[in-house]
């Protein structure tokens, strides 16, 4: 019995739409567009992705605030290339009952127009540096392109947005290495190799001096950006006039940075560790990481419940998250939910076990059964469930390597998407001319070159742009996004 990944791999967007619904992680049925219920589970899940996501907030002195949906349109029209870039994206709200409102309101796409004003407020003196604060709120974006659950939805309903405010480039430099980091922690716990690329000038963050964005390779060759770190240097700080006054008495304006993520990093943990069966959930975020499924005999005396329940307690007291199913379904029916649902681990209990005193372990990631002596059980689930992550983690690394290819020519490059798609590495000049022909003879986006910047050169040497043939100056990637 093996690990069938056939329908996941060829027919992965339906594969996808139907898991997020028979898994219980969304209800797409609302009838508002790109709008999505988030069922039980799936909430569970992403509560604990946040949970993490808390943790590294706390971990690094960033402070948790909540700041309102609405944004007046005097705020928002402050910064001109972030009202550009948003201005086809945000819905407005024009009207109080039947009157007209004096001042319209944007319901926020992101929240830099609806913090800054505050930040100029608070923000005095150098001993307020650096200020470094966070949410996790609903966001609206009016999104013209295919919206999909979890990845493009109009209500982002949990995005997280940490905004920070420095008294120089290379102190906001810094911050963008810290939230390089807390993404790695993020991306660790759900088993996710990543790659990060500075998207080039055409495709910053509207606003931005620079921006960096993470990516994660999907089973169908297409990549999702699940991460954003993106350096304003003094753009919004003079927009809003933010600023503080020197040791020397005085005044600047601070250097600021934000870093956003979203429930696409579920999307992402979903898409990329499942199979034929369903879902599969690394264990540090998964709401159940051991269910116990008793398996009654009809005439047997002994009592699986019991024995069931024993276990749960022992395996709860060692600090793990355990259900025990004792649905009256067969067992048949159990183990095919919980698989679809993508819980890491499952104990089964029979009459023979408790005779025995054991129980049979099974893996969902490799579908592996064994044997376990009963006071050998903790031991063993914690080993299976450390085993469990790391092997989630090296199965992704596979899918994620096996799809960057390094080319020289666009042939090549046209290759690599007529084939199985993936990431393609390309040695570019540097111009934006180049730049947008390449993305327009591949039909492929250009991801960025590759960051810390020290890496964008690697490769290079004696290497020619094969558009217009100069000397390369960096390796560029391109992908089909999401
Ligand atoms: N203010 C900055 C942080 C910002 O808004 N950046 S961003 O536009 O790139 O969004 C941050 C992250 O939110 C993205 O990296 C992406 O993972 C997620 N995101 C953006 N649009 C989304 C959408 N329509 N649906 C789901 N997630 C989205
Ligand atoms: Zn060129």
Same mark, same amino acid.
């Given at each position: 019995?093996?690990?069938?990944?056939?329908?996941?791999?060829?027919?992965?967007?339906?594969?996808?739409?139907?898991?997020?619904?028979?898994?219980?992680?969304?209800?797409?049925?609302?009838?508002?567009?790109?709008?999505?219920?988030?069922?039980?589970?799936?909430?569970?899940?992403?509560?604990?992705?946040?949970?993490?996501?808390?943790?590294?907030?706390?971990?690094?002195?960033?402070?948790?605030?909540?700041?309102?949906?609405?944004?007046?349109?005097?705020?928002?029209?402050?910064?001109?290339?972030?009202?550009?870039?948003?201005? %086809?994206?945000?819905?407005?709200?024009?009207?109080?009952?039947?009157?007209?409102?004096?001042?319209?309101?944007?319901?926020?796409?992101?929240?830099?127009?609806?913090?800054? @004003?505050?930040?100029?407020?608070?923000?005095?003196?150098?001993?307020?540096? *650096?200020?470094?604060?966070?949410?996790?709120?609903?966001?609206?974006?009016?999104?013209?392109?295919?919206?999909? *659950?979890?990845?493009?939805?109009?209500?982002?309903?949990?995005?997280?947005?940490?905004?920070?405010?420095?008294?120089?480039?290379?102190?906001?430099?810094?911050?963008?290495?810290?939230?390089?980091?807390?993404?790695?922690?993020?991306?660790?716990?759900?088993?996710?190799?990543?790659?990060?690329?500075?998207? =080039?000038?055409?495709?910053?963050?509207?606003?931005?001096?620079?921006?960096?964005?993470?990516? /994660?390779?999907?089973?169908?060759?297409?990549?999702?950006?699940?991460?954003?770190?993106?350096?304003?240097?003094?753009? +919004?700080?003079?927009?809003?006039?933010?600023?503080?006054?020197?040791?020397?008495?005085?005044?600047?304006?601070?250097?600021?940075?934000? +870093?956003?993520?979203?429930?696409?990093?579920?999307?992402?943990?979903?898409?990329?560790?499942?199979?034929?069966?369903?879902?599969?959930?690394? *264990?540090? /975020?998964?709401?159940?990481?051991?269910?116990? /499924?008793?398996?009654?005999?009809? %005439?047997?005396? /002994?009592?699986?419940?019991?024995?069931?329940?024993?276990?749960?307690?022992?395996?709860?007291?060692?600090?793990?998250?355990?259900?025990?199913?004792?649905?009256?379904?067969? =067992?048949?029916?159990?183990?095919?939910?919980?698989?679809?649902?993508?819980?890491?681990?499952?104990?089964?209990?029979?009459?023979?076990?408790?005779?025995?005193?054991?129980?049979?372990?099974?893996?969902?990631?490799?579908?592996?059964? +064994?044997?376990?002596?009963? %006071?050998?059980?903790?031991?063993?689930?914690?080993?299976?469930?450390? %085993?469990?992550?790391? @092997?989630?983690?090296?199965?992704?690394?596979? &899918?994620?390597?096996?799809?960057?290819?390094?080319?020289?020519?666009?042939?090549?490059?046209?290759?690599? +998407?007529?084939?199985?798609?993936?990431?393609?590495?390309? =040695?570019?000049?540097?111009?934006?001319?180049?730049? &947008?022909?390449?993305?327009?003879?591949?039909?492929?986006?250009?991801?960025?070159?590759?960051? =810390?910047?020290?890496?964008?050169?690697?490769?290079?040497?004696?290497?020619?742009?094969?558009?217009?043939?100069?000397?390369?100056?960096?390796?560029?990637?391109?992908?089909?996004?999401?």
């Amino acid at each position: 019995m093996g690990v069938e990944r056939k329908r996941w791999s060829e027919a992965f967007s339906e594969w996808y739409n139907e898991v997020i619904e028979t898994a219980g992680i969304q209800d797409k049925r609302y009838p508002v567009k790109g709008m999505n219920i988030w069922l039980p589970y799936g909430l569970r899940i992403m509560r604990n992705i946040e949970r993490i996501i808390h943790s590294e907030m706390e971990r690094t002195g960033h402070n948790e605030v909540l700041f309102p949906a609405l944004v007046p349109e005097t705020e928002f029209q402050k910064e001109a290339e972030h009202i550009v870039g948003f201005e %086809d994206e945000v819905y407005w709200v024009t009207h109080a009952g039947r009157d007209p409102l004096d001042v319209k309101l944007v319901l926020r796409p992101t929240s830099e127009t609806a913090m800054y @004003s505050m930040f100029s407020l608070w923000i005095r003196s150098h001993a307020d540096l *650096p200020f470094k604060v966070y949410q996790i709120v609903n966001v609206y974006r009016y999104e013209t392109k295919h919206t999909r *659950p979890l990845i493009r939805v109009r209500e982002i309903s949990r995005f997280f947005e940490a905004h920070t405010a420095h008294d120089s480039f290379e102190d906001a430099e810094k911050q963008i290495k810290e939230d390089l980091e807390i993404f790695d922690n993020v991306a660790k716990a759900l088993a996710l190799p990543y790659i990060v690329s500075k998207r =080039p000038e055409w495709d910053k963050f509207p606003g931005a001096y620079y921006s960096v964005g993470a990516e /994660v390779m999907m089973p169908d060759g297409r990549t999702l950006q699940i991460g954003t770190m993106h350096n304003y240097r003094q753009n +919004f700080a003079k927009a809003y006039d933010i600023q503080y006054e020197t040791e020397d008495g005085e005044h600047e304006y601070v250097h600021q940075t934000t +870093f956003g993520m979203s429930e696409r990093l579920l999307a992402a943990t979903i898409g990329i560790h499942g199979d034929d069966r369903g879902m599969v959930l690394p *264990p540090e /975020v998964a709401p159940i990481q051991v269910v116990i /499924v008793p398996i009654p005999k009809k %005439d047997a005396s /002994v009592d699986v419940f019991a024995y069931a329940e024993d276990i749960a307690d022992e395996l709860r007291k060692a600090g793990f998250r355990v259900h025990v199913d004792e649905r009256d379904i067969r =067992p048949g029916r159990k183990f095919y939910d919980w698989e679809l649902k993508g819980v890491p681990l499952r104990v089964e209990v029979g009459p023979r076990d408790v005779a025995g005193r054991k129980a049979v372990l099974a893996r969902r990631d490799t579908l592996e059964k +064994f044997e376990v002596g009963r %006071d050998e059980l903790v031991d063993a689930v914690r080993k299976t469930l450390d %085993d469990v992550q790391k @092997s989630l983690f090296e199965r992704a690394s596979q &899918l994620l390597s096996s799809h960057i290819k390094r080319v020289e020519t666009v042939e090549e490059a046209k290759e690599v +998407f007529e084939d199985r798609r993936g990431i393609v590495e390309i =040695p570019w000049c540097g111009s934006e001319e180049c730049g &947008l022909r390449m993305e327009e003879e591949l039909d492929a986006k250009m991801l960025g070159t590759p960051y =810390p910047e020290e890496k964008a050169r690697e490769g290079t040497e004696g290497k020619k742009c094969p558009i217009c043939g100069r000397e390369a100056k960096f390796i560029a990637r391109f992908a089909r996004t999401y």
